[in-house]
């Protein structure tokens, strides 16, 4: 009788397991896809004439090709992933807190995206200080009931 063969890396069923595929080392960088390539192949010597015609449609008010060439003259702003370091007075409160990052991005100390960011979670931070005290508060009400029955 023979034996099945074992299947290395893989479950009973032929699927692989977590963490393993079939090709490891996986495509190689730079691979572009063949449907890409194609593409390519097809608009070789073409690109100015295209980039004209985009620029024309955009001059004669096509918003679509506007977009396109604005998003190539001025691409939206990322922000870096580098550290950012900012000075900020010891807030009181939460609200002093979500103002000092509106101003410092309006200083231009950090991203406007960033500053974003840290108010959504400022605004966060709030949402869950506000549950605990709500907990809080009524468990102070169940106890001042248990109290009133005894």
Do not use: Y
Request: aromatic share 2%; glycine share 6%; charged share 30%.
């Amino acid at each position: 009788m023979r034996e099945k063969p074992e299947n290395i890396g893989r479950k009973q069923d032929g699927k692989f397991l977590p963490g393993q595929s079939g090709n490891p080392t996986g495509k190689p960088k730079g691979t572009l896809h063949k449907a890409t390539q194609a593409a390519l192949v097809l608009l070789e010597g073409e690109t100015e004439a295209l980039t004209r015609k985009a620029v024309e449609l955009a001059l004669n008010g096509d918003t679509t090709a506007l977009k396109l060439c604005l998003d190539r003259i001025a691409p939206p702003l990322k922000s870096t992933s580098t550290p950012i370091k900012l000075d900020m007075p010891t807030p009181d409160n939460l609200t002093d807190t979500a103002r000092a990052f509106v101003t410092a991005a309006a200083r231009g100390d950090i991203p406007p995206d960033i500053a974003a960011q840290l108010v959504s979670a400022v605004a966060s931070v709030a949402r869950v200080e506000e549950m605990e005290q709500v907990k809080d508060r009524l468990a102070a009400l169940e106890r001042a009931i248990r109290e009133q029955k005894k």
